[in-house]
């Protein structure tokens, strides 16, 4: 009787003992296979080939996978607040790399959203197999717009707000070389608004009160890297001139031909360019004070060359319209001329980044006394997260483009480019080093910088 009994219990140690290593053996297979996910999590949230950082879309819906899936940040499930707590719990253990995918699955509050003008811009929590959080990213959700497109050459008039200085010099005195703008601290870019406390627009308003000023200390006000500074000149009398001089070279207006991207048939605003209007000495973008489009026609060509950039020469016209804004990604007005009453401009719907593939495409562009041409160009890489005028880069194919201009020359900027009936954006600039080759723009990073009082509810 005994020893049945020892044989039971030594029987339930067994048992006991294949149940407890079961379960350990369950519990380290949940384990390796959390740790895996967590792993992949924050490889995938780690690189942007499974997400950019920026998305463009008509409907968020359209992005999810099996795999990849978005979700509004303030919008946390059960298993994302437990998430982030086991992320804070472990901070201290946690490499730099999981604190930073913490972090960044962390709930922030607030989306964000503006929904001005048929688009909204919210941050997303992306989130691989509808359960992990693994980054955030900022998904821009468009209307689906019709736009005419453009391809005809425009001609700008320019004008300052403020006037741009672009270089300081030595002015010969009877007592030696002077630089008064140099020694008040002026530099290159900066824009000068005020003298002596009267707004000033025009570099002869800047001579003439520099002249009056006799010699005496004059107060400047400038504007450099959008801050506001002031600043104390005293001018040199020149020995050659008999003129009292600043020593600074200024600029307050500019002229030149480019290509209209796109109309709004709806109140035939209109945005050209791709990229903004730039003093040719400084580079830096022009403060637009007021400005004006003009009518051109094409009437020559400078065919580019490797390192030898080409150009469309034109006659300026009547005036068309008139110039709002001057951006980093275009140059926006109204038109109050109906350019687009020619039959073959037909409103096309826009494609975003996410629309855009590698391969075929076309260009409307005006490059002779023609009119509007189309051309055969290729896309060869895209740059998803680019947020400036160079997004892409393409190739100029088609042989009668190549023949007249040898590839993209300047005032070609802003030719409207199309893809599977869409258009998807613009021509901005010119490889020196081979021009048939060079970049585009995102329509939607032009349509964002698009002034609001042009948009259309």
């Given at each position: 009787?005994?020893?049945?009994?020892?044989?039971?219990?030594?029987?339930?140690?067994?048992?006991?003992?294949?149940?407890?290593?079961?379960?350990?053996?369950?519990?380290?297979?949940?384990?390796?296979?959390?740790?895996?996910?967590?792993?992949?999590?924050?490889?995938?949230?780690?690189?942007?080939?499974?997400?950019?950082?920026?998305?463009?879309?008509?409907?968020?819906?359209?992005?999810?996978?099996?795999?990849?899936?978005?979700?509004?940040?303030?919008?946390?499930?059960?298993?994302?607040?437990?998430?982030?707590?086991?992320?804070?719990?472990?901070?201290?253990?946690?490499?730099?790399?999981?604190?930073?995918?913490?972090?960044?699955?962390?709930?922030?509050?607030?989306?964000?959203?503006?929904?001005?003008?048929?688009?909204?811009?919210?941050?997303?929590?992306?989130?691989?197999?509808?359960?992990?959080?693994?980054?955030?990213?900022?998904?821009?959700?468009?209307?689906?717009?019709?736009?005419?497109?453009?391809?005809?050459?425009?001609?700008?008039?320019?004008?300052?707000?403020?006037?741009?200085?672009?270089?300081?010099?030595?002015?010969?005195?009877?007592?030696?070389?002077?630089?008064?703008?140099?020694?008040?601290?002026?530099?290159?870019?900066?824009?000068?608004?005020?003298?002596?406390?009267?707004?000033?627009?025009?570099?002869?308003?800047?001579?003439?009160?520099?002249?009056?000023?006799?010699?005496?200390?004059?107060?400047?006000?400038?504007?450099?890297d959008g801050k506001s500074l002031n600043m104390n000149l005293k001018p040199a009398l020149s020995n050659t001139e008999k003129k009292y001089k600043s020593g600074i070279w200024l600029r307050d207006s500019?002229?030149?031909?480019?290509?209209?991207?796109?109309?709004?048939?709806?109140?035939?605003?209109?945005?050209?360019?791709?990229?903004?209007?730039?003093?040719?000495?400084?580079?830096?973008?022009?403060?637009?004070?007021?400005?004006?489009?003009?009518?051109?026609?094409?009437?020559?060509?400078?065919?580019?060359?490797?390192?030898?950039?080409?150009?469309?020469?034109?006659?300026?016209?009547?005036?068309?319209?008139?110039?709002?804004?001057?951006?980093?990604?275009?140059?926006f007005g109204i038109l109050t001329e109906n350019l687009a009453s020619d039959e073959n401009f037909t409103p096309l719907p826009i494609g975003l980044r996410s629309d855009i593939k590698e391969g075929k495409?076309?260009?409307?562009?005006?490059?002779?006394?023609?009119?509007?041409?189309?051309?055969?160009?290729?896309?060869?890489?895209?740059?998803?997260?680019?947020?400036?005028?160079?997004?892409?880069?393409v190739k100029i194919t088609d042989p009668e483009l190549l023949e007249i201009t040898g590839g993209i020359v300047q005032g070609m900027s802003g030719s409207p480019i199309i893809q599977d009936g869409k258009?998807?954006?613009?021509?901005?600039?010119?490889?020196?080093?081979?021009?048939?080759?060079?970049?585009?723009?995102?329509?939607?990073?032009?349509?964002?910088?698009?002034?609001?009082?042009?948009?259309?509810?």
């Amino acid at each position: 009787m005994t020893k049945s009994i020892k044989n039971k219990n030594k029987s339930r140690i067994k048992s006991n003992d294949s149940s407890k290593l079961s379960s350990l053996i369950m519990k380290s297979s949940m384990i390796f296979v959390l740790a895996a996910l967590i792993s992949t999590a924050m490889f995938l949230g780690a690189v942007d080939f499974v997400t950019p950082k920026t998305l463009t879309t008509f409907n968020v819906e359209n992005l999810n996978g099996r795999i990849i899936t978005y979700a509004k940040s303030d919008e946390l499930s059960s298993f994302d607040s437990v998430w982030n707590l086991f992320a804070n719990a472990n901070k201290s253990k946690a490499s730099s790399a999981f604190n930073n995918i913490s972090r960044q699955a962390a709930y922030l509050g607030g989306d964000g959203e503006n929904n001005k003008n048929n688009k909204s811009e919210s941050e997303y929590t992306v989130k691989l197999f509808g359960i992990f959080p693994i980054k955030k990213v900022n998904i821009t959700v468009f209307s689906e717009t019709h736009l005419i497109p453009g391809g005809l050459p425009f001609g700008v008039r320019f004008y300052t707000e403020g006037v741009i200085v672009v270089g300081t010099s030595e002015i010969e005195t009877e007592k030696g070389t002077a630089n008064p703008g140099k020694n008040a601290g002026v530099k290159t870019s900066d824009i000068i608004v005020a003298v002596n406390g009267a707004p000033v627009s025009t570099s002869d308003e800047v001579a003439r009160l520099i002249e009056a000023s006799k010699g005496e200390t004059i107060s400047i006000s400038i504007v450099r890297d959008g801050k506001s500074l002031n600043m104390n000149l005293k001018p040199a009398l020149s020995n050659t001139e008999k003129k009292y001089k600043s020593g600074i070279w200024l600029r307050d207006s500019a002229a030149g031909i480019g290509t209209i991207t796109f109309i709004n048939p709806e109140n035939n605003s209109f945005g050209g360019l791709g990229h903004g209007i730039c003093d040719i000495d400084t580079g830096s973008l022009m403060p637009l004070r007021r400005g004006s489009v003009v009518n051109t026609d094409i009437d020559a060509v400078i065919k580019g060359k490797s390192e030898v950039p080409g150009e469309l020469k034109g006659k300026f016209k009547d005036n068309a319209g008139t110039l709002f804004a001057n951006t980093k990604n275009g140059v926006f007005g109204i038109l109050t001329e109906n350019l687009a009453s020619d039959e073959n401009f037909t409103p096309l719907p826009i494609g975003l980044r996410s629309d855009i593939k590698e391969g075929k495409a076309s260009i409307f562009s005006t490059v002779d006394d023609t009119g509007i041409k189309k051309f055969d160009i290729e896309i060869i890489k895209i740059y998803k997260n680019s947020s400036d005028s160079k997004n892409f880069l393409v190739k100029i194919t088609d042989p009668e483009l190549l023949e007249i201009t040898g590839g993209i020359v300047q005032g070609m900027s802003g030719s409207p480019i199309i893809q599977d009936g869409k258009i998807i954006g613009a021509i901005t600039h010119v490889l020196v080093s081979d021009p048939s080759k060079g970049y585009g723009i995102f329509i939607d990073n032009m349509l964002d910088s698009m002034p609001e009082v042009l948009k259309t509810e």
